[in-house]
């Protein structure tokens, strides 16, 4: 997991806290847990994250890309398998129907992504 990047050391030391004190305003028991997230040996949890976006007033995404790029690179692959599946499907009747939607929102959803990247 070393290999996910992550900017919470640079944000902390060019705040001025000490890891001890940065766990103590996270809420976080100890001063380790913040070590193992600068060093991305551990994921941090969904509120110690949101804690750190709220404490440096930076998106998770920018204090966490690489743990975000890990994430973004999963769900994609999960989403083409299941487009796959889908596509591949028998069904009938209702769950045809139900297929359709997945589809159509998955095909909307490249498209908004295909747009988004050209901003």
């Known amino acids: 997991m070393s290999a996910v990047a992550s900017y919470l050391r640079y944000h902390r030391l060019k705040s001025g806290f000490s890891r001890r004190e940065l ?9 380790t847990q913040v070590a193992r997230h600068e060093r991305s040996d551990l994921f941090p949890s969904l509120m110690a994250a949101l804690s750190y976006q709220a404490i440096f007033r930076i998106p998770i ?12 690179q999963g769900i994609e692959e999960r989403l083409s398998a ?14 045809a129907n ?6 159509v929102w998955l095909n909307e959803r490249k498209g908004s992504t295909t747009t988004e990247s050209n901003e």
């Open 98 to 103: 139900i297929i359709a939607t997945k589809l």
């Open 23 to 31: 766990a103590e305003i996270v809420g976080l028991l100890t001063e």
């Open 61 to 72: 995404t920018e204090l966490f890309p690489g743990l975000y790029d890990t994430i973004a």
């Open 82 to 95: 299941l487009e796959h599946t889908l596509e591949n499907s028998s069904a009938r009747g209702s769950k």
